[in-house]
């Protein structure tokens, strides 16, 4: 069974702040998403990564693949009270196939940030 | 990508009742997803649903309890059967973004009294 740890489970922080989300695996991903969620809603896809070493941005996130596709982390610049949500990784295992319903999600990130 | 609309959106229930979730996706899919998340927790899969054979199970959950119907390629269902307060939780339908990842429903907060 592949498991993802995401740390921090919370993270509490003021606007203009930066902050920087771990999602990390003793096992090997052939891909990796980060999504967002808002109460009440269900999970919104940021990004996907496949390459090992990659590196995306999206605005004021910045994803990144760890260079064996093991681990990724997610940072975010300058904090927004907008960006306040459940940040959830999410691997696609690395033993065949290609569903992303067999996905492996972190235990999520619940981001507060304060005006 | 495909629009996915749940309903219930949410729903309080007596203990030892059933409830059933729909799922109405815009565009045909081969494959829908269902999913179970604790309230500000991670997802977990219950069946993926395939048009026109019965839903594959993940460990952890079966057909009696989460029967699932799969009448075409747009629609499916998600029965919670002889509910107990443990089956609160937020039930969540999703489909295959062409590649790319999933995208969901928004979800049916289930709570059992």
């Known amino acids: 069974t592949q498991l993802l740890e995401q740390s921090p489970q919370f993270l509490s922080i003021q606007e203009g702040e930066n902050l920087t989300v771990y999602c990390n695996s003793s096992?090997?991903?052939?891909?990796l998403q980060w999504y967002r969620q808002e109460p009440g809603e269900g999970p919104v896809l940021l990004v996907t990564v496949v390459t090992g070493g990659e590196v995306k941005k999206l605005k004021r996130l910045t994803f990144q693949f760890g260079d064996a596709r093991k681990d990724s982390s997610l940072h975010i610049t300058a904090a927004q009270p907008g960006d306040t949500g459940l940040y959830l990784c999410?691997?696609?295992?690395?033993?065949?196939?290609?569903?992303?319903?067999?996905?492996?999600f972190g235990q999520g990130t619940i981001l507060t940030v304060h005006p | 990508s495909a629009v996915i609309s749940q309903k219930p959106s949410r729903d309080i229930c007596q203990r030892g009742t059933s409830l059933t979730i729909q799922c109405q996706v815009d565009?045909?899919?081969?494959?829908m997803f269902w999913y179970r998340q604790q309230p500000g927790q991670s997802l977990t899969l219950i069946a993926t649903?395939?048009?026109?054979?019965?839903?594959?199970?993940e460990s952890g959950f079966v057909i009696d309890k989460f029967p699932i119907s799969r009448p075409n390629l747009t629609f499916s269902t998600l029965t919670v059967s002889n509910m107990s307060p443990e089956d609160s939780s937020i039930y969540l339908c999703?489909?295959?973004?062409?590649?790319?990842?999933?995208?969901f429903g928004s979800g049916t907060r289930l709570t059992v009294v």
């Open positions: 565009s045909q899919v081969t494959m």
């Open positions: 649903a395939n048009q026109g054979s019965e839903a594959t199970y």
């Open positions: 999703s489909v295959e973004k062409t590649g790319l990842g999933l995208s």
């Open positions: 096992s090997v991903f052939s891909s």
């Open positions: 999410a691997g696609l295992g690395n033993a065949g196939g290609t569903s992303y319903g067999k996905l492996t």
